[in-house]
């Protein structure tokens, strides 16, 4: 399969516990995005990378998430202390290029994060 | 600050009936609209990206259009079938780097 890949798929943890999430983009994308989608609510953008480069930060994303793309291929996305509120969907996707264009944007199937 | 609305939040019909399916956005300076579909759990597919200065895109059964003036673009899905039943998300580009989505619509299209 040669689309975007999360992993895991499903994640429970308990308050206060930190976690990681993983992304593999199709392989030619240098672009990859980070969104975070809520019950009954669209995805909202966390962040965004050009190759290696994290370019832009969503206000959504508290000193408690960091996120990284080392050598511009899989991208981790870490939550530190884990709050109730941060459980969601976690996508990830990713392009060629920008969006501005009609770039086309592919996402993975997400990972479900559950804070008990 | 872009708000993106979509009404209604759902939808049921029976087979074979038309959809159509509303979007509203407030600041008109975007560069494209997308609708995606999202199967429940699963993340989300592409369905049609109209850029800014067209007014219609068509895809099979499905058909978008986009009044950028007024903030509204409308999806079309022609002769309804089960394998519709999905929640249909509307997402405009306002940067070149991030969409703004709307909350969706959850159809239902009854055999």
Known sequence: DTGVSQDPRHKITKRGQNVTFRCDPISEHNRLYWYRQTLGQGPEFLTYFQNEAQLEKSRLLSDRFSAERPKGSFSTLEIQRTEQGDSAMYLCASSFGGLAGGGELFFGEGSRLTVL | KQ?????????????????????????????N????????????????????????????RLNASLDKSSGRS???????????????????????YKLSFGAGTTVTVRA
């Open chain 2, 74 to 96: 409308t999806l079309y899905i022609a002769a309804s079938q089960p394998g519709d039943s999905a929640t249909y998300l509307c997402a405009v580009c306002p940067r070149d």
């Open chain 2, 33 to 60: 609209l997308q609708w995606f579909r999202q199967d429940p759990g699963k993340g989300l597919t592409s369905l049609l990206l109209i850029q800014s200065s067209q007014r219609e895109q068509t895809s099979g």
């Open chain 2, 3 to 31: 708000e993106v609305t979509q009404i209604p939040a759902a939808l049921s019909v029976p087979e074979g009936e038309n959809l159509v399916l509303n979007c509203s956005f407030t600041d008109s300076a975007i560069y």
